[in-house]
């Protein structure tokens, strides 16, 4: 069964940058979709960010421009830059995944995939 740990997380201030990784063990990533969504204290889960099996990329509004999601098969690890942080960027990140057939362009970040990770806790404060 596919697992996926997720570090990167930490404390930065606002305007500060932090890379987020997710790393699947045991499995080549070339048949997943990967996303990201996230879940701040108090709040809603929200879906930030997906990227389809082919590299075709979304980003929710409140995180495009400032967030970069990135796939090296190779190592069945994904990236998420996060620049330009703000305090309402903090919460848990967590990545999932869903298979895909290979060099599908298909992704969606709103919906939950079959797999996730624990998190990551990302705090943006001074």
């Known amino acids: 069964q596919l697992q996926l740990v997720e570090s990167g997380g930490g404390l930065v201030q606002p305007g500060g940058s932090l890379r987020l990784s997710c790393a699947a063990s045991?499995?080549?990533?070339?048949?997943?979709?990967i996303g990201w969504f996230r879940q701040g204290p108090g709040k809603e889960r929200e879906g930030v960010s997906c990227?389809?099996?082919?590299?075709?990329?979304k980003y929710a509004d409140s995180v495009k421009g400032r967030f970069t999601i990135s796939r090296d098969n190779a190592k069945s690890t994904v990236y998420l830059q996060m620049n330009s942080l703000k305090p309402e960027d903090s919460a848990v990140y967590h990545c999932?995944?869903?298979?895909?057939?290979?060099?599908?362009?298909?992704?969606?970040?709103?919906?939950?995939?079959?797999?996730w990770g624990k998190g990551t806790l990302v705090t943006v404060s001074s």
């Open positions: 999932m995944a869903d298979e895909s057939p290979y060099g599908s362009s298909w992704c969606d970040y709103d919906n939950a995939m079959d797999y």
């Open positions: 045991g499995y080549t990533l070339d048949y997943y979709v």
């Open positions: 990227i389809s099996s082919s590299g075709t990329t």
